[in-house]
Nanobody, 122 residues
């Protein structure tokens, strides 16, 4: 099965930067998109940024111009570069692989990572 492992979270002051990584293990034939979501206490999980298999990207309005999503296909890894961080960016950040085709399984599956905490102090 596919596993997604996030890393790179931590505590940073407002205005600082962090880089999150999401490494996918297991055999993946193809996927529709990979993305980063976040969930702050008492709030719903929301899309932060996503990148399709074709390389198209999509960002939440709140992070446009500050966050950049990228991928390294050779390493099966997706990154989220976060700059000019604000206290409102504080949340648990989750990696998601959507529409994944894996061996011996009909259809496509979604996978989530375990999450990594990002805390931005004011």
């Amino acid at each position: 099965q596919v596993q997604l492992v996030e890393s790179g979270g931590g505590l940073v002051q407002a205005g600082g930067s962090l880089r999150l990584s999401c490494a996918a293990s297991g055999t993946i034939f193809s996927f529709n998109s990979m993305g980063w979501y976040r969930q702050a206490p008492g709030k719903q999980r929301e899309l932060v940024a996503a990148i399709t298999s074709g390389g198209s990207t999509n960002y939440a309005d709140s992070v446009k111009g500050r966050f950049t999503i990228s991928r390294d296909n050779a390493k099966n890894t997706v990154y989220l570069e976060m700059n000019s961080l604000k206290p409102e960016d504080t949340a648990v950040y989750y990696c998601r692989a959507e529409g994944v085709k894996v061996p011996l399984t009909a259809g496509r599956l979604d996978f989530w990572g375990q999450g990594t905490q990002v805390t931005v102090s004011s």
